[in-house]
């Protein structure tokens, strides 16, 4: 069983930068990713990245204001935010899963229990 903490989250103007980390229990050989869901609405993908950090793959609408990484060594993931939009405004979940990169929620195995951000204009 894989340990998800989120953390980072918070309430945060139109346009403001914000940064999210995930700490997993165990880490290497798991492709990591974040997702979100607002609500009344579906959790959706956001951003995933492969066990090695080579590869990452994110929404298109997200690209250029979102950016996920990780370091192995302190089993942490993170979620860079750009140019927030009050769109934004949602639970944002990060997530393990086993094999190459994936974008669907069931493939993820592993959750943690949000963070909650918050966009106002």
């Known amino acids: 069983q894989v340990q998800l903490v989120e953390s980072g989250g918070g309430s945060v103007q139109a346009g403001d930068s914000l940064g999210l980390s995930c700490v997993a229990s165990e880490f290497t050989y798991y492709t990591m990713g974040w997702f979100r869901q607002a609500p009344g609405k579906e959790r959706e993908f956001v951003a995933a990245?492969?066990?090695?950090?080579?590869?990452?793959y994110a929404v298109d609408s997200l690209k250029g204001r979102f950016t996920i990484s990780r370091d192995n060594a302190k089993r942490t993931i993170y979620l860079q935010m750009n140019n927030l939009k009050p769109e934004d405004t949602a639970v944002y979940y990060c997530?393990?899963?086993?094999?190459?990169?994936?974008?669907?929620?069931?493939?993820?195995?592993?959750w943690g229990q949000g963070t909650q951000v918050t966009v106002s204009s």
């Open positions: 990245i492969a066990w090695n950090g080579d590869s990452t």
């Open positions: 997530a393990a899963a086993g094999g190459g990169l994936t974008t669907t929620v069931p493939r993820y195995r592993f």
